[in-house]
C-alpha cells in the first residue's frame, strides 16, 4: 500500500489568473512576542473567488498570521487591507463586523443552545436592544444549516452531535456572517474521506460566491486540490508561493521540510532484530472528544533500536507518545517489558524507564541548567549522578558553560539539549523524542544530531524518535515508521523509505 | 434547560397560582418568612444573569445590594418619598455595577472574584467610619413601609419576584441572552462572530446590579431597618450564591427556588441553634460536590441534557 | 518612646501576618487553589492549643504542639474532603473549577466557624504565652511574647527558605510551582506534592493560629476577618510570590499599627483596604506577582 500517490496532473495545472484588485491585501505584517519574533514581515494577496493555501509547520508563524489578520492579536506592523480598507490593529469584533469571517480548528459552539441557536446567534446584529430574533433570522439559520448538511439535526445539542457534524457547524457559524473573506483553520483534521470531499465542496462553494478564502494547514497534500495559490513560511517568513506543484517541488520548501539529502546509517540489524521486545504498542486509539487523534496504531520497539516514527506536524506523534507515558487516555494496550501499562500513573511510568522528551519541553524556566538537571537525576543513587553529570556535560558542552544561568534565557536549540539532557539523567531505558528539531538552526542541528549519533553508538540506549524532519531522522533510525492522520501507513527500513516513501513525502 | 414542555409549565403556572393565594390561609410566621425569601430570590436571580450569562463569578453580591439598600435608606431618612428612593437605590447599585465591571472587564479569574470581596470589604467600612450618617454597625431604621400588615407586604414581595422574575428569564432567553451566554463561555469566539463583548458584559453587569439594588431598596422598606448585618455581609452574599449554585446556575428559574428552599430550610432548622447554618453550609459543600448543576439540573430528564 | 512602640509592635504582628500569608500563598504557588477556610483552619489550632493546655492540663507547651497538630490535620482535611474531590471530579467541567474550589473553601470555612461556635462558644480565648513577662527595651514595656513570636515567626520563614531552596525535596515544591507537567515527565508523583505542601501549610496557619491566640486572642467571629487580612497581604504582594508576601505582611502590618496608634484603633483596617483597592485597579498581579 502507497500513501504517496501525487496526483501530478492535478498539481500541474495553471492557476487561474484573477484580473480583479485583491480582497484581501496584506502587506508588512509583523508581530513580536518579546524577543521571538513570530510573523515577520509577510504580505500575502487573496483575489475575490481565490483559495489560498498558508502552510508551515508548528512554529512558523502561520496560525499567529490568521490571528493578527482576525484581530485576535495584534500586529506590530503592517497593513490588512480588505477591498481597500485598513482593519490592522482593529478588536477582533469589528474585523469581523467589516467582513472577515473564521472557523477556527476547534469546535467552540455554544453547549446549552441548540444547533439552530447556535447559527442564529452568528446572525445577530450586535446591539443590546433585541429581545426577540427575527423570523427572518430564524428562516435564514434553518436556511444555512440545510445548506451545511445540519438540516437533520438543527434541534439538537451539540454535546450530542458526531465530530464532523460540529466542525459543519463552525462553518455555517462562518457562512452566517456573509464574509467577504474567510479564514478557514485546519479544515481538514479529524474527518473521514467521504466528509471531506463534503467540506471541500463548501469552501469551494465560498469560491463560487466570489469570497476570498485562506486556508491555514501543516502541508501541501491534504488542500492541493482546494487551493488556487500556496504561500508556504518557515519560522515567521514566506519562505515560497505558487501553485501547489511548484511549493511543493520548490528546493526551500523540501529543505525545511525534508530537511535536505536523504541518508542513512545502518547498524547491524541482525542483533537488533534478536533483541527482545521492550515496547508493544497493539491497536492504541485516542480520541479527543469527538475527534479522533489516533487511529489503530500499532508498533514495537526492541531493545536497543532507535526506531524513528516520521509525520507531519498534526499527524499524531505527540499523540501516540502522550498515549505511551499515559498522559493521554487510550484504548488498546501498551506494554512494556512485558508488562502491561495501563492503571500506571504517568509518574510511574517514567520511573520504569520510559521518558519522554516533548515537543514542548517542558523546562523549569525559572530554575537554572544545573537545577533542572539536578531535578532529573533526582531518583537516581547520588553516586551515579555524578558521573552522569559529568557524562552529559562532554556531550552538551554549551550546557556545563551555562550551568547557572536560568533555563529560560537559554536559546532554542539549548533549551532543547538541557531538555534532552535533564531526560537522560533519569538513566531511561527508552528515550522518547518529540521534535527535538522544531524551530531549530541548522547549525544546532548539526550538534543534535551528533549527540545522537553518540548515544546511538556509545550506550545500549533504546530510543524512540518522532519527528517531521526526515533529513535528520533517518541517520538514525534502525527502523522507520510513517504515521499520516492518526494512522501508521508505512513501515521499514530506512534504505526501503528513502527509495520508496521519502519523494512523495510532501 | 427549557421548561418548554407543557407539563412543567402547567405546574409552574399552578404554583404560581396558588403561591399568590397564600396569605389567604397562612400564618403570619410563614408568610414573613417567604417574603424574606422572594427578596432573596430576586438577589439570586440577579447573581445567575451575571454568573450564567456573563460567565463572571461575583463574590461579594451584597455590595450591590448594600448599595442599594443604603441609598434607598439615607433618602429617605431625607424626606425621599418611598418609591423613589426604591428607585433611587437601583440607580445607586448601578453605579456599583459599573465601577465593578470595569476591573471585571481587564482581570482574570481569581483576581476578579478577589476584587468583589475586597468591594464589600471597602463599603462596609465606608458605612462604618460614615457611623453619623449610616448608623454604622448598628444600622438605620427608616420612617416609611411598604406595609405593616403581613399579607400586603407579602404580596409586594411575591409581585416583586415574579415581574423581576419574568423580565430576567425573558432576557436570558432572548438574543440578547444568547449574546451574553456566547460572551460569558468564550469571548473570543463571541467577537469572531461580530459581538463587542465588553459592552455585553458591561450590560451584564448592569442589569444585575439594577435589579440587586431594586430588591436591597425594597427590602429595606420591609423591614424598616438596614444594617451591615442585613444587607453588607459577606455570610449573606455566601447565600446568594449557594442558593444560585443550589438551584441550578444558568437557569435562573432555579435561582428563585435554590433561594426559596435555603430561607426555609434556614427557618426550619432554626430550633438547632448554632448548628443551623453548619448543616446547611454542609448540604450546600456536598450538593457543589456531587450535584453541580443543582435542583434544576436533578429535575432535567436524564436524555434531555444533551 | 512612641516610634519604637511602633516599629516594635508593628514587627511582632507583621511577622504574625507574613507567616499566614505565605502558607496562603504557597497553597496557591503550588497547588493553584485559594484556600477562602484559611482563618479557620488557624482558629481551630488556636482553640485546640487552648483547650489541650487548658481543659486538659496539659500545659502551654504540649497544648500549642497539639494546636500546630491540629492545624495539620484541619489542612489535610480540607485538601482530602474538599479541594481534591472537586479537582477530580467528573461532574464538574474543567474551566470551572477554581470557582467551585473557592465556593467550596468557602462553604468548609462556614462550616469550621460554626462548628467551633457551638462546641466552643463565639467568646474568644487566649493561650498562655510560652515566656510570660516583659521586658524594658529603650524604655518601651514590650512583652517577651512578642519578642518570641517574632523570633519564632522568622525561625520558621527561614527554616521554609532553607527548605525550598537548599534541599531537594524543596526545589521539588518549587518546581511544582514552575510547571507541574515537568515534574510527572521526571518521575514524580504530583499528588505527593500537593498532600506534602498543604501538610506544610497546615503547620504554617497551626502555628500562626496558636501564636495569634497568644498575642491577640482568637475566637471563631474573627476568621473571616483573618482569611479577609491574608488574602489582601497575598494579592498586594502578588499571588504565588513569597517574598512578596512577606514584603507586603510588613506594609500592611505597620499600616495596621501606625493607624491603631496614630489614628484610631478601630480604623486599623482602612488604609490597607484603600491599598488594595488601588493595587486591584492599577496593577492587579501585586508587587512581585509572577502571572
Redesign the interface.
Known amino acids: 500500500m502507497t500513501a504517496f500517490s501525487p496526483r501530478t496532473d492535478m498539481l500541474e495545472a495553471e492557476p487561474a489568473v484573477h484580473l480583479l484588485p485583491p480582497r484581501l491585501d496584506v502587506s508588512g505584517l509583523t508581530k513580536r512576542f518579546g524577543g521571538l519574533v513570530a510573523v515577520k514581515d509577510l504580505s500575502i494577496s487573496i483575489a475575490p473567488g481565490e483559495i489560498l493555501g498558508l502552510i508551515g509547520p508548528n512554529g512558523s508563524g502561520k496560525s499567529t498570521a490568521m490571528k493578527l489578520i482576525m484581530g485576535i492579536e495584534k500586529p506590530d506592523a503592517g497593513v490588512v487591507r480588505l477591498d481597500g480598507t485598513d482593519l490592522a490593529g482593529l478588536p477582533t469584533h469589528q474585523i469581523a463586523r467589516a467582513g472577515i469571517g473564521i472557523v477556527f480548528q476547534h469546535s467552540r459552539p455554544l453547549h446549552r443552545q441548540t444547533v439552530l441557536e447556535n447559527i442564529k446567534l452568528a446572525l445577530l446584529p450586535d446591539r443590546l436592544t433585541r429581545i426577540f430574533a427575527s423570523r427572518a433570522i430564524h428562516d435564514r439559520a434553518r436556511e444555512i444549516a440545510e445548506r451545511v448538511g445540519l438540516g437533520a439535526v438543527m434541534q439538537r445539542r451539540p454535546g450530542s452531535l458526531p465530530f464532523a457534524d460540529l466542525r459543519r457547524l463552525e462553518l455555517a457559524r462562518a457562512i452566517a456572517r456573509d464574509p467577504r473573506v474567510v479564514l478557514v483553520d485546519e479544515p481538514f483534521a479529524g474527518l473521514t474521506a467521504p466528509e471531506l470531499r463534503s467540506f471541500s465542496a463548501l469552501i469551494d462553494d465560498f469560491r463560487r460566491e466570489g469570497r476570498a478564502v485562506l486556508l491555514v494547514d501543516h502541508n501541501v497534500k491534504g488542500v492541493s486540490a482546494l487551493v488556487d495559490r500556496v504561500v508556504a513560511m518557515y519560522l515567521g517568513e514566506k519562505i515560497a508561493e505558487g501553485s501547489a506543484g511548484e511549493v511543493m517541488r520548490d528546493p526551500t520548501v523540501r529543505r525545511v521540510y525534508l530537511g535536505g539529502s536523504l541518508e542513512t546509517h545502518v547498524r547491524d540489524s541482525a542483533a537488533l532484530q534478536a533483541a527482545p521486545v521492550l515496547l508493544d504498542v497493539d491497536a492504541v486509539s485516542v480520541f479527543y472528544g469527538k475527534a479522533q487523534a489516533l487511529e489503530t496504531v500499532s508498533l514495537h520497539v526492541r531493545e536497543g533500536e532507535f526506531v524513528s516514527v516520521v509525520g507531519l506536524n498534526g499527524a499524531g506523534k505527540s499523540t501516540l507518545f502522550n498515549a505511551i507515558s499515559g498522559l493521554v487516555r487510550s484504548t488498546g494496550a501498551i506494554s512494556w517489558a512485558g508488562r502491561n501499562l495501563a492503571g500506571l500513573t504517568p509518574a510511574a511510568i517514567a520511573r520504569s524507564g520510559i521518558v519522554q522528551c516533548p515537543e514542548t519541553r517542558e523546562l523549569f524556566g525559572a530554575l537554572s541548567v544545573q537545577e533542572n538537571l539536578d531535578l532529573g537525576g533526582q531518583h537516581q543513587p547520588v553516586s551515579q549522578t555524578r558521573d552522569r553529570l559529568a557524562w552529559l556535560f562532554e556531550l552538551f558542552p554549551i550546557l556545563k558553560s551555562r550551568r547557572t544561568q536560568a533555563a529560560r534565557t537559554l536559546s532554542g536549540g539549548e533549551q532543547q539539549m538541557l531538555a534532552i539532557a535533564r531526560a537522560l539523567m533519569m538513566n531511561p531505558r527508552l528515550l522518547i523524542l518529540d521534535e527535538p528539531t522544531l524551530g531549530l538552526a541548522p547549525v544546532i542541528l548539526e550538534q543534535l544530531s551528533l549527540a545522537l549519533g553518540r548515544l546511538r553508538e556509545t550506550t545500549p540506549i533504546t530510543v524512540l524518535l518522532g519527528e517531521q524532519n526526515v533529513t535528520f531522522a533517518l541517520p538514525h533510525a534502525d527502523r522507520v515508521y510513517v504515521l499520516e492522520q492518526a494512522r501508521i501507513v508505512w513501515e521499514g527500513d530506512p534504505a526501503r523509505f528513502a527509495a520508496e516513501a521519502g519523494a512523495a513525502y510532501l | 434547560m427549557t421548561l418548554r414542555t407543557p407539563w412543567r409549565t402547567l405546574v409552574l403556572g399552578a404554583i404560581i397560582v396558588a403561591l399568590g393565594f397564600l396569605p389567604l390561609a397562612a400564618s403570619a410566621y410563614v408568610l414573613s418568612v417567604l417574603t424574606v425569601a422572594y427578596y432573596f430570590a430576586v438577589y439570586a436571580m440577579s447573581w445567575d444573569l451575571l454568573f450564567g450569562f456573563a460567565g463572571e463569578v461575583n463574590f461579594g453580591p451584597t455590595f450591590l445590594i448594600g448599595l442599594g439598600a443604603y441609598a434607598a435608606g439615607l433618602l429617605n431618612n431625607e424626606g425621599v418619598p418611598l418609591w423613589l428612593c426604591v428607585i433611587a437605590g437601583g440607580v445607586a447599585a448601578l453605579a456599583g455595577g459599573v465601577l465593578l465591571a470595569v476591573p471585571a472587564l481587564r482581570l482574570r479569574g481569581p483576581y476578579f472574584g478577589l476584587v468583589t470581596l475586597v468591594a464589600v470589604l471597602v463599603l462596609q467600612q465606608i458605612v462604618v467610619i460614615f457611623a453619623s450618617v449610616t448608623g454604622g454597625e448598628i444600622g438605620l431604621s427608616v420612617a416609611d413601609v411598604l406595609s405593616i400588615d403581613p399579607g400586603p407586604n407579602y404580596w409586594y414581595a411575591y409581585g416583586f419576584m415574579l415581574v423581576c422574575g419574568a423580565i430576567l428569564v425573558t432576557l436570558s432567553r432572548s438574543a440578547l441572552g444568547l449574546i451574553l451566554q456566547a460572551s460569558g463561555q468564550d469571548a473570543v469566539e463571541a467577537a469572531a462572530l461580530g459581538f463587542n463583548v465588553a459592552k455585553h458584559k458591561m450590560a451584564a453587569f448592569c442589569i444585575s446590579a439594577v435589579f440587586s439594588g431594586l430588591a436591597g431598596g425594597m427590602v429595606v422598606f420591609y423591614m424598616g431597618t438596614v444594617s451591615v448585618d442585613s444587607v453588607l455581609d459577606i455570610a449573606v452574599g455566601v447565600q446568594v450564591i449557594i442558593a444560585a449554585v443550589l438551584g441550578g446556575r444558568r437557569t435562573i428559574v432555579g435561582a428563585a427556588f435554590g433561594a426559596v428552599f435555603l430561607i426555609l430550610a434556614d427557618e426550619l432548622l432554626r430550633p438547632l441553634g448554632q448548628l443551623n447554618t453548619f448543616l446547611v453550609a454542609a448540604v450546600a459543600l456536598v450538593t457543589i460536590l456531587f450535584f453541580p448543576d443543582g435542583f434544576m439540573g436533578l429535575l432535567a430528564r436524564p436524555g434531555a441534557r444533551t | 518612646m512612641l516610634a519604637l512602640q511602633i516599629l516594635i509592635d508593628g514587627f511582632a504582628i507583621s511577622a504574625l501576618y507574613g507567616l499566614g500569608a505565605i502558607g496562603f500563598t504557597l497553597i496557591f504557588g503550588v497547588s493553584g487553589v485559594?484556600n477562602l477556610s484559611h482563618g479557620g483552619i488557624m482558629v481551630v489550632a488556636a482553640i485546640t492549643a487552648w483547650a489541650v493546655a487548658g481543659d486538659l492540663h496539659a500545659g502551654t507547651y504540649i497544648g500549642s504542639a497539639a494546636g500546630i497538630v491540629a492545624g495539620l490535620v484541619m489542612a489535610l482535611a480540607t485538601y482530602g474532603l474538599?479541594v481534591r474531590?472537586?479537582q477530580r471530579?467528573s461532574?464538574?467541567p474543567r474551566d470551572?473549577t477554581?470557582?467551585?474550589v473557592?465556593?467550596?473553601t468557602?462553604?468548609?470555612g462556614?462550616?469550621i466557624q460554626?462548628?467551633i461556635?457551638?462546641f466552643f462558644t463565639t467568646n474568644p480565648i487566649t493561650v498562655v504565652p510560652m515566656i510570660g513577662g516583659v521586658v524594658n527595651l529603650a524604655g518601651v514595656r514590650v512583652p517577651n511574647n512578642e519578642i518570641m513570636i517574632a523570633g519564632i515567626c522568622w525561625l520558621t520563614i527561614g527554616l521554609l527558605w532553607l527548605l525550598v531552596n537548599r534541599t531537594?525535596a524543596g526545589?521539588?515544591l518549587?518546581?511544582a510551582s514552575?510547571?507541574p507537567?515537568?515534574?510527572?515527565?521526571?518521575?514524580?508523583?504530583?499528588s505527593t506534592v500537593y498532600r506534602s505542601v498543604w501538610m506544610i501549610y497546615g503547620v504554617l496557619a497551626g502555628l500562626a493560629g496558636v501564636l495569634l491566640a497568644t498575642f491577640l486572642g482568637a475566637r471563631s467571629d474573627n476568621i473571616?476577618q483573618l482569611t479577609?487580612s491574608a488574602?489582601?497581604i497575598v494579592?498586594l504582594g502578588g499571588?504565588g510570590s513569597v517574598s512578596g508576601s512577606l514584603i507586603a505582611a510588613y506594609v500592611v502590618g505597620y499600616l495596621e499599627t501606625l493607624t491603631a496608634y496614630l489614628v484610631a484603633p478601630?480604623?486599623r483596617?482602612?488604609p490597607a483596604?484603600?491599598l488594595?483597592?488601588l493595587v486591584?485597579?492599577l496593577r492587579?498581579q501585586g508587587l512581585l506577582g509572577r502571572r
Request: net charge negative; proline share 4%.
Open positions: 485559594l474538599v474531590p472537586i471530579s461532574v464538574i470551572e477554581e470557582i467551585f473557592l465556593t467550596g468557602l462553604l468548609w462556614i462550616m460554626e462548628a461556635a457551638f531537594r526545589r521539588v518549587l518546581a514552575i510547571n507537567r515537568g515534574l510527572t515527565l521526571l518521575g514524580f508523583e504530583l473571616g479577609a488574602f489582601s494579592v499571588l478601630t480604623l483596617t482602612i483596604l484603600l488594595l483597592v486591584v485597579y492587579p
